[in-house]
Nanobody, 123 residues
Framework: QVQLVESGGGLVQAGGSLKLSCAASGRTFSVKTMGWFRQVPGKEREFVSGINWSGDSTYYADSVKGRFTISRDNAKNTGYLQMNSLWPEDTAVYYC????????????????WGHGTQVTVSS
């Protein structure tokens, strides 16, 4: 079993920045990908960014490309999502998740999820 704990959410003004963290523990030897997703009430959970477990390959949703940066610290077994130039439309609960499938954006491919952290961007 893998356990994930997110932190770093909060309230920020439009144009500001936040950095989310996701600490992983447990049986991570089979994990291929760490992903970040977000969800607002009444909408489906959407893919934001993904990184392979070694941390050398990243990919992003078009809506965040150039503004968000995903990374991993292998020594700490922690993933990060640096979010810059935040817009009110980025307001959501952000979740980190892990998958045994490489380079996937599909929600159904992720089998372990954190509890989520709220990000609110005011205009």
């Amino acid at each position: 079993q893998v356990q994930l704990v997110e932190s770093g959410g909060g309230l920020v003004q439009a144009g500001g920045s936040l950095k989310l963290s996701c600490a992983a523990s447990g049986r991570t030897f089979s994990v291929k990908t760490m992903g970040w997703f977000r969800q607002v009430p009444g909408k489906e959970r959407e893919f934001v960014s993904g990184i392979n477990w070694s941390g050398d390959s990243t990919y992003y949703a078009d809506s965040v490309k150039g503004r968000f940066t995903i990374s991993r610290d292998n020594a700490k077994n922690t993933g990060y999502l640096q979010m810059n130039s935040l817009w009110p439309e980025d307001t959501a609960v952000y979740y980190c998740a892990t998958s045994r499938v490489p380079y996937t954006r599909a929600v159904v491919a992720y089998d372990t999820w954190g509890h989520g952290t709220q990000v609110t961007v005011s205009s």
